[in-house]
T-cell receptor
Framework: DGGITQSPKYLFRKEGQNVTLSCEQN?????MYWYRQDPGQGLRLIYY???????QKGDIAEGYSVSREKKESFPLTVTSAQKNPTAFYLC????????????FGPGTRLTVL | GQSLEQPSEVTAVEGAIVQINCTYQ??????LSWYQQHDGGAPTFLSY????GLEETGRFSSFLSRSDSYGYLLLQELQMKDSASYFC??????????????FGSGTRLQVQP
């Protein structure tokens, strides 16, 4: 079955530690995205990548970093510079066949203690 | 920048019809998408309108008026399982020229028996 996987589902970290969230897709999609969602809010774009070895900052990139070394993988690192990292993080991909359709992973709920 | 407006909450009864409106202000507009998200889950794609008019998919329909910067999602024959948050999202050209989605804050739909 094709899809997007994110791990882990729940993650706890101490303040000041960097943490990397995993996102893998086997849909053969070129474009991948990272969003942050706070309780009762919409999704805000952190970073996006249209192709391997290329990525751009979204609306709230400060305190985050990404890499895109493989088409299937788009890991997100939440650094200690991110002031309020506790949130629900969602990874998505788009294959271009239907422009406005993105496929989402199950999300990682990060809590910084 | 971009802005999207949609009602924060809507309540309806089982079997009824409900319309969720979305108005937007943005540049580089390509189209309007709708997503459904159940509590604790990931968003799932419902529809995408690039051209003016009505798109129908089963019990759900979506409408777009580009001249009015307005769209809506119409849910018919409401079922209890339709209780969820619904997000409109505009497909836009970012500063990089690449395309991405900007999401609204979401409308929480409660379906009552």
């Amino acid at each position: 079955d094709g899809g997007i996987t994110q791990s882990p589902k729940y993650l706890f970290r101490k303040e000041g530690q960097n943490v990397t969230l995993s996102c893998e897709q086997n849909l053969n999609h070129d474009a991948m995205y990272w969003y942050r969602q706070d309780p009762g809010q919409g999704l805000r774009l952190i970073y996006y990548s249209q192709i391997v070895n290329d990525f751009q900052k979204g609306d709230i990139a400060e305190g985050y970093s990404v890499s895109r070394e493989k088409k299937e993988s788009f890991p997100l690192t939440v650094t200690s510079a991110q002031k309020n990292p506790t949130a629900f993080y969602l990874c998505a991909s788009n294959g271009g066949s239907r422009d406005g359709e993105q496929f989402f992973g199950p999300g990682t709920r990060l809590t910084v203690l | 920048g971009q802005s999207l407006e949609q009602p924060s909450e809507v309540t309806a009864v089982e079997g009824a019809i409900v319309q969720i409106n979305c108005t937007y202000q943005t540049s580089g507009f390509y189209g309007l998408s709708w997503y459904q998200q159940h509590d604790g889950g990931a968003p799932t794609f419902l529809s995408y309108n690039a051209l003016d008019g009505l798109e129908e998919t089963g019990r759900f329909s979506s409408f777009l008026s580009r001249s009015d910067s307005y769209g809506y999602l119409l849910l018919q024959e409401l079922q209890m399982k339709d209780s969820a948050s619904y997000f409109c999202a505009v497909r836009i050209a970012m500063d990089t020229g690449r395309r991405a989605l900007t999401f609204g804050s979401g409308t929480r739909l409660q379906v009552q028996p």
